[in-house]
T-cell receptor, first 113, second 113 residues
């Protein structure tokens, strides 16, 4: 079984600054990890995934995530934040026999102009 | 290639009525997942279906909720005798069943008045 946790409900960052949205995981076996973003009144959009291979995963809209096995983390990062990045971000991992996604509680990212 | 289509986008029902939510998966996808997002909360898994089969319904409330994915047509999430606490956003996701990411629809926002 896999589970994920997002320790921060809210992250604020100034436009142009680097951003990090944190996620930690608890897994048995090889972890599969995902990041999704949700804009207001919209569905979830896939950003990136880690299945195996390079620890640094590059995704959509300039986002990347670093898989760190020793720290059991999969933090989402972007070198330079945009106001349009303001949204709700979810870390997720498949679990259960159906491999349904288990989501973290979400982190509201606000990029200040 | 159309994405996951959900309709209606918004649904208002009076207490005691029935709500029917529809989801058409992406072309080529035969795996459908339903999730519920309560206000200010993350997404919670409800049910996983393949064509004509319910594979995992461990997240479904025991009463009033049912789901189907017929051989022809969309997947349906049905809520009988709705109550105010059913007000939420209901998201459908589809996948090809492999280790690829799931794609989400834009959700149906159910309001029970």
């Amino acid at each position: 079984a896999q589970s994920v946790a997002q320790p921060e409900d809210q992250v604020n960052v100034a436009e142009g600054n680097p951003l990090t949205v944190k996620c930690t995981y608890s897994v048995s076996g090889n972890p599969y990890l995902f990041w999704y973003v949700q804009y207001p009144n919209r569905g979830l959009q896939f950003l990136l995934k880690y299945i195996t291979g390079d620890n640094l995963v590059k995704g959509s809209y300039g986002f990347e995530a670093e898989f760190n096995k020793s720290q059991t983390s999969f933090h989402l990062k972007k070198p330079s934040a945009l106001v349009s990045d303001s949204a709700l971000y979810f870390c997720a991992a498949p679990s259960g026999s159906a491999r349904q996604l288990t989501f973290g509680s979400g982190t509201q990212l606000t990029v200040l102009p | 290639n159309a994405g996951v289509m959900q309709n209606p986008r918004h649904l208002v029902r009076r207490r005691g009525q029935e709500a029917r939510l529809r989801c058409s998966p992406m072309k080529g996808h035969s795996h459908v997942y339903w999730y519920r997002q309560l206000p200010e909360e993350g997404l919670k898994f409800m049910v996983y279906l393949q064509k004509e089969n319910i594979i995992d319904e461990s997240g479904m409330p025991k009463e009033r909720f049912s789901a189907e994915f017929p051989k022809e047509g969309p997947s349906i999430l049905r809520i009988q005798q709705v109550v105010r606490g059913d007000s939420a956003a209901y998201f459908c996701a589809s996948s090809d069943g492999g280790r690829t990411e799931a794609f989400f629809g834009q959700g149906t926002r159910l309001t029970v008045v």
